[in-house]
């Protein structure tokens, strides 16, 4: 029951922002659509941001499958779960501060970028836990960045031309990798490749 609630609010904003900016939506506008009672929102969402979240989080990347996917397949996954929606992200993205989306997604993506990231180099992943934290906050961040860009800039790629811009992003966790293996120490404790 309250997964089904949850879908029908996120539903209903999914279809108030269509006409409406993000902004301008309110708890009553909701209400007034779905029928339920402030109390029902307030029980599941703290706002809209909330909910906006929750659509992010249930409509894109729990449906990109990061489990039987390598990092690349797992991208264009969380981009085909935007296209299915395109108008609804293209809005979300221009209306809502990125910093804004960035903190609300960036826990769950970055999981799912550690796991793939562990199965490509599990040696690396516990030999340098610490480092590889890091890289995986850098990459997922550098991820999020360029799918906000995507829609924002209506990028309507094909899944070659995403994939040849991807390997980019994977060329930089490549070199960060490298850079952390072949790090020396100078005689004032500063680290240099």
Same mark, same amino acid.
């Given at each position: 029951?309250?997964?089904?609630?949850?879908?029908? %609010?996120?539903? *209903?904003?999914?279809?108030?922002?269509?006409?409406? +900016?993000? &902004?301008?939506?309110?708890?009553?506008?909701?209400?007034?659509?779905?029928?339920? @009672?402030?109390? @029902?929102?307030?029980?599941?969402? !703290?706002?809209?941001?909330?909910?906006?979240?929750?659509?992010?989080?249930?409509?894109?990347?729990?449906?990109?499958?990061?489990? +039987?996917? =390598?990092?690349?397949?797992?991208?264009?996954?969380?981009?085909?779960?935007?296209?299915?929606?395109?108008?609804?992200?293209? #809005?979300?993205?221009? !209306?809502?501060?990125?910093?804004?989306?960035?903190?609300?997604?960036?826990? @769950?993506? +970055?999981?799912?970028?550690? #796991?793939?990231?562990?199965?490509?180099?599990? +040696?690396? *992943? $516990?030999? &340098?836990?610490?480092?590889?934290?890091?890289? %995986?906050?850098?990459? @997922?961040?550098?991820? *999020?960045?360029?799918?906000?860009?995507?829609?924002? !800039?209506?990028?309507?790629?094909? =899944?070659?031309? $995403?994939?040849?811009?991807? &390997?980019?992003?994977?060329?930089?966790?490549?070199?960060?990798?490298?850079?952390?293996?072949?790090?020396?120490? =100078?005689? &004032?404790?500063?680290?240099?490749?």
């Amino acid at each position: 029951m309250c997964c089904v609630t949850k879908r029908k %609010i996120a539903d *209903c904003v999914k279809e108030l922002v269509h006409g409406k +900016e993000i &902004h301008k939506i309110t708890i009553q506008d909701i209400m007034n659509k779905t029928n339920m @009672s402030r109390q @029902s929102f307030y029980y599941h969402f !703290q706002d809209i941001y909330d909910v906006l979240e929750w659509i992010i989080l249930n409509d894109v990347i729990a449906e990109a499958d990061c489990e +039987e996917n =390598d990092l690349v397949g797992w991208i264009l996954e969380l981009i085909h779960a935007m296209q299915n929606d395109w108008v609804f992200y293209k #809005k979300a993205v221009r !209306q809502i501060p990125w910093p804004t989306i960035l903190s609300h997604v960036k826990g @769950s993506v +970055e999981e799912n970028v550690g #796991k793939l990231f562990c199965i490509y180099d599990s +040696e690396y *992943c $516990i030999r &340098h836990p610490e480092e590889f934290q890091r890289g %995986i906050q850098f990459f @997922s961040a550098s991820l *999020c960045y360029y799918l906000m860009d995507l829609v924002y !800039q209506n990028r309507k790629l094909s =899944d070659d031309e $995403i994939m040849q811009e991807l &390997h980019f992003l994977i060329s930089l966790w490549k070199g960060f990798q490298y850079m952390g293996e072949h790090r020396e120490t =100078d005689k &004032h404790g500063i680290l240099s490749a």
